[in-house]
């Protein structure tokens, strides 16, 4: 397996073209949304067929995302800060350490808690790595809306869940986001 090829862009390095690499998450491109925190994915032109994999960091009362399902299994690990999991519609509390498991098609969003940032290692399988299309559903839920975590009305296509949110911008990490 060929080394992939990393570009230094304005907002950070990202692979050109599939094969390993190594790179620092502080060095690669970084997404901030004013809204929903900043996540790095260490993926740019080449993707990952089969495993999603990235680091988000959120603010107290900020969510990673908006709450949904999908026909793939993701897995978050708590590396630093509180959390609550809104899982099912059932709330529950994270801290540093936890590991949640999320088979396919389970509805759930993590939302920052406490009093500093929540960091989480999300790991998912890639549906399409595995002859399968990605199906997502972003289903109206009043516990996660309390964490201004839910989409206004159900809705599968993502850029209609996250309308009122608008895009996130791409650059480079914000220091003091990681731990030293």
């Not at 603010?59 to 509180?82: C, I, S, T, W």
Request: with cysteine; aromatic share 8%; net charge negative.
């Amino acid at each position: 397996m060929p080394e992939a090829k990393l570009e230094q862009t304005d907002d950070g390095i990202v692979p050109k073209t599939d094969g390993w690499f190594v790179v620092n998450a502080r060095d690669a491109r970084w997404m901030h949304h004013d809204d929903m925190g900043s996540a790095v994915t260490f993926e740019g032109d080449a993707r990952f067929r089969e495993l999603g994999i990235n680091i988000g960091v959120a603010k107290p009362g900020q969510p990673g995302g908006l709450y949904h399902r999908e026909n793939a299994q993701e897995n978050f690990l708590v590396l630093a800060g509180e959390a609550v999991l809104v899982i099912e519609g059932e709330e529950r509390r994270l801290k540093q350490w936890d590991f949640v498991h999320c088979p396919p098609m389970t509805d759930h969003v993590i939302v920052a808690a406490g009093d500093e940032p929540c960091i989480v290692l999300a790991v998912g399988t890639r549906p399409e790595g595995f002859g399968r299309e990605a199906e997502i559903v972003y289903p109206r839920n009043e516990t996660a809306a309390a964490h201004g975590a839910s989409a206004e009305v159900e809705t599968s296509l993502p850029r209609e869940a996250y309308a009122p949110y608008g895009r996130p911008s791409l650059g480079r990490y914000h220091e003091g986001d990681l731990p030293t």
